[in-house]
């Protein structure tokens, strides 16, 4: 089974500074996707970014941007030019290919400080 | 973008009583939609896929005879809380997958509270 670990349940961050959101995960898959979403105070989740397994390439969103090692497992999140509007609850989710299943992580909360 | 609203937003029902969750997929069809559950501070944790016009898929552990899914057409998902409990309080969220991008996409959530 796949498990997606976020060890870091708070971080904090002033306001256009830069910040690393860690994320392991388990598989014995060798196709599958890597997602990180953002959940802000009104419960809306909203996807900040994807990461297609076969993709060597990181994925870049404008502020947004992963540190994929696949042979670690690892899939890390960096927010650059941290905004205000950026404090959320964030959960980093794996997908097995083929399946839309998303297993999320136990989520981290960041804070940006003015 | 695509959108996917929930209602109702919020709702409190007596212990006991049965409870409907609406899942609608406002300008894209969706012949998957995605049942998940999270309580405070936690993690979501998928409870079953619904599939058009077939039935549901439950995840392990995951009553169906208690939570009654039922998806009728390629908008709309329904989630039935059947004699729910106190410990049945949590946030309820949808996502339904669109058929042409396969994206999903996430509705609001709907709080459920059981009295």
């Known amino acids: 089974a796949q498990t997606v670990t976020q060890s870091q349940p708070e971080m904090s961050v002033q306001e256009a500074e830069t910040v690393t959101l860690s994320c392991t995960y388990d598989?014995?898959?060798?196709?599958?996707?890597l997602f990180w979403y953002k959940q802000p105070p009104s419960r809306q989740m909203i996807l900040v970014i994807r990461q297609e397994a076969y993709k060597q390439q990181n994925a870049t969103e404008n502020r947004f941007s992963v540190n994929f090692q696949k042979a670690a497992k690892s899939f890390s999140l960096k927010i650059s030019d941290s905004q205000l509007g950026d404090t959320a609850m964030y959960f980093c989710a794996f997908m097995k290919q083929n399946t839309d299943k998303l297993i999320f992580g136990t989520g981290t909360r960041l804070q940006v400080f003015p | 973008g695509a959108v996917v609203s929930q209602h109702p937003s919020r709702v409190i029902c007596k212990s006991g009583t049965s409870v409907k969750i609406e899942c609608r997929s406002l300008?894209?069809?969706?012949?998957?939609m995605f049942w998940y559950r999270q309580f405070p501070k936690q993690s979501l944790m998928l409870m079953a896929t619904?599939?058009?016009?077939?039935?549901?898929?439950?995840e392990q552990g995951v009553e169906k005879d208690k939570f009654l899914i039922n998806h009728a057409s390629l908008t709309l998902s329904t989630l039935t809380v059947t004699s729910a409990h106190p410990e049945d309080s949590s946030f309820y969220i949808c996502?339904?997958?669109?058929?042409?991008?396969?994206?999903?996409?996430f509705g609001p959530g709907t709080r459920l509270t059981v009295t």
């Open positions: 619904s599939n058009e016009g077939s039935k549901a898929t439950y």
């Open positions: 996502s339904a997958r669109d058929v042409v991008t396969h994206e999903q996409y």
């Open positions: 598989t014995s898959e060798s196709n599958y996707y």
């Open positions: 300008d894209f069809q969706a012949t998957t």
